[in-house]
């Protein structure tokens, strides 16, 4: 379980962060909807341990991360979380293999290559980045977090840099992987459609939570009218 | 507007431009002057003379050629690293149709930091010169040597260089850009050629990165390797050179070393740094340790550096065992020449210390790096 106290963020004289309330239960797929420059992405950096806050503190089950040190931090998300970003910052000289590589040692897990064919690309394992389609490149991001194996995927708006149809394609493999495994999502995203795949929504507006609710039924990545 | 912020890198190559310059002035003006006055010298001061014009040459080559060359070099590669990192901004110019030689005519900069480089150079130089050649002569064994201007050397030193460079940085961007749009703006575009070499997908992230890291710039292999030779050659030379020749000769050379390995060293491991920001801040993401991406990043080079040192130490023997055996063989009261095992020791040690403390302070640079600045970035 995550939970989050009154965390506050400021860049220079602008408060982005004003007092942030929330609690993620284990297994949940939650959603953080927002227009852009809401402060999203601060707020899902705070919370999965990558920017300290202000103020404020996060809780890991019982444990507070908001007072760890730079190392501690580090092994924090070593242990426990996995990202995947809109830009998808793979490793330019290394092949995808060698890329999803870089999230499995960390867990010392020897069962990669699974992953990567759970994704679709079993047949690109020599490929570079390069040489391969947005939507690929998007997908070795998500093999490489969850090689990982976290308890929490953190996702920054995954599908920004795609089109509809390879975005789609993407968001299926991340709902789909979610299915199959129950572990815990926290997705950035802008598009309200996007959000109604989600089990809870959290919607912020100018650096508050406006609402969290519950959708009754998630939809899959082609019922929603995107 | 495609440079700026470009001012700092901009000044090391002018600031070795200058020192080259400045040693291969004092140096080739002597010589030129020393010719002047070549009917005046009497049979007994000719053994002297002789040995006074062929030092003055081994000096301007080892030195200020060794200087000249690396400069050049470097401006090369910078120049290259540095139209190859701007790429994408060459390709959405290209994209707004802009023309090729509009774009290409923004890099006659390059020109300008050799043209201020070499100007300062040869003007320290010739402020120089009245004591150098004081001193050249202090034991009053040849005629006064009367201090003259050589045009030639502003010609070969100064301007030469100054066109070369901007025509190189020109050039280089007109040939980039005869490439399509598409692929300059695709970042990191592999050719074929490229991917040729054998791909190990089975081992460990750390070895196989640390490896890609020295594979994917190889130039920096070269730049490394050099900074120690520099070093290793230069130091060693001037601390045992001490019996040999004048104690100016000796500090020039422990100057030249000392700023050709540093400046070298310097500009490398920045690169290095710079070029592997995106993986750096991807692995601290994930929660490899800081130890982890130094290890990964900076340790390769290491042997390399230690590889250059030890070329250097035999280069810099070779070289003065040939002084002494040849250009000095037909002088009387010629020092012997032995393999300095003190100097080769202070100067080892030295180079540990700085390669060391060098890596110390790039692992906190490393530190600083976060993923923030590279979402910013785009
Ligand atoms: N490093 C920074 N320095 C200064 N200001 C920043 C920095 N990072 C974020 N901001 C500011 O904080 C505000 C919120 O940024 P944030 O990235 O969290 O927004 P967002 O909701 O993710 O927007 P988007 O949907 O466009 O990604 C913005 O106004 C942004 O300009
Ligand atoms: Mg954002």
């Known amino acids: 379980m995550i939970k989050a106290k009154e965390i506050t963020k400021s860049y220079g004289r602008e408060q982005v962060l004003k007092g942030i309330n929330l609690q993620i239960n284990d297994g949940d797929f939650a959603v953080i909807l927002g227009a852009s420059g809401s402060g999203k992405s601060t707020l899902l950096n705070a919370i999965s341990g990558l920017e300290r806050p202000d103020g404020g503190s996060i809780f890991y089950d019982n444990s507070d991360i908001s007072g760890l040190s730079d190392d501690e931090l580090t092994k924090f998300r070593k242990n426990n979380v996995g990202f ?19 999230g499995a040692d960390l867990a010392q897990n020897s069962e990669y290559q699974s992953i990567i064919e759970a994704v679709g690309l079993g047949g690109k394992l020599n490929s570079y980045p390069s040489e391969l389609s947005g939507g690929e490149q998007q997908r070795v991001s998500i093999a490489r977090a969850l090689a990982k194996q976290p308890r929490v995927l953190f996702l920054d708006e995954p599908t920004g840099a795609l089109d509809e149809e390879t975005g789609r394609q993407v968001l299926d493999y991340i709902i789909k992987l979610w299915n199959d495994k129950q572990f815990t999502i926290v997705m950035v995203t802008h598009n309200a459609n996007i959000a109604e795949t989600a089990k809870t929504v959290i919607r912020m507006k100018s650096g508050k939570i406006a609402e969290i609710y519950t959708n009754d039924t998630q939809k899959n990545s082609y019922e929603i009218g995107w | 507007m495609i440079i700026k912020k470009q001012g700092v890198k901009l000044m090391i190559p002018a600031i070795m431009a200058a020192c080259a310059v400045f040693i291969c002035a004092l140096f080739l003006n002597y010589r030129q002057d020393l010719l002047l006055i070549e009917s005046q010298i009497i049979p007994e001061q000719s053994v002297y003379f002789e040995a006074m014009k062929t030092t003055s040459v081994v000096v301007c080559a080892v030195a200020g050629g060794c200087l000249l060359i690396t400069t050049a070099i470097m401006l090369i590669f910078y120049v290259k690293h540095y139209i190859d990192t701007h790429k994408k901004q060459l390709g959405i110019l290209k994209a707004l149709g802009y023309s090729r030689v509009k774009i290409a005519a923004n890099f006659w900069i390059f020109g300008v930091s050799v043209l201020i480089g070499t100007s300062v150079g040869l003007c320290g130089a010739f402020c120089f010169m009245p004591w150098f050649y004081d001193i050249q002569n202090k034991d009053k064994l ?27 940085g020109i050039v280089y961007a007109i040939f980039k850009l005869k490439m399509p749009v598409l692929m300059l703006i695709k970042e990191n575009f592999r050719s074929k050629a490229r991917r040729t070499g054998h791909i190990n997908n089975d081992g460990l992230f750390l070895e196989n990165l640390k490896k890609t890291t020295l594979k994917s710039r190889k130039s920096l292999i070269f730049f490394l390797m050099f900074a120690s030779f520099c070093y290793g050659a230069m130091t060693q030379m001037s601390l045992s050179m001490n ?14 070393g000392l700023l050709l390995g540093f400046v070298t060293l310097f500009l490398a491991v920045t690169t290095v740094v710079d070029s592997n920001t995106q993986t750096i801040a991807m692995m601290k993401v994930f929660g490899y340790s800081q130890t982890d991406c130094k290890h990964a990043i900076l340790d390769g080079y290491r042997p390399l550096s230690y590889i250059g040192f030890g070329i250097g130490t035999v280069y810099q023997y070779a070289l003065l065992r040939i002084m002494v055996d040849v250009v000095f063989a037909d002088m009387e009261n010629v020092p012997t020449y032995e393999f300095d095992f003190a100097a080769m020791f202070t100067s080892l040690v030295s180079f540990v210390i700085i390669y060391e403390i060098f890596m110390v302070a790039y692992s906190a640079k490393i530190k600083k790096i976060t993923v923030k600045e590279i979402m910013l970035r785009e």
């Open chain 2, 243 to 256: 019996d040999l020749a004048s104690p100016v000769m000796g500090g020039m050379m422990l100057f030249i």
């Open chain 2, 142 to 168: 040849l005629p006064e040597v009367t201090l003259g201007f050589h045009a030639e050397l502003l010609v070969f030193l100064v301007i030469l260089p100054t066109v070369f460079f901007m025509a190189l």
């Open chain 1, 84 to 102: 995947i970003f809109q830009q998808y910052y793979l490793l330019p000289n290394m092949t995808v293999s060698q890329n999803v590589r870089m």
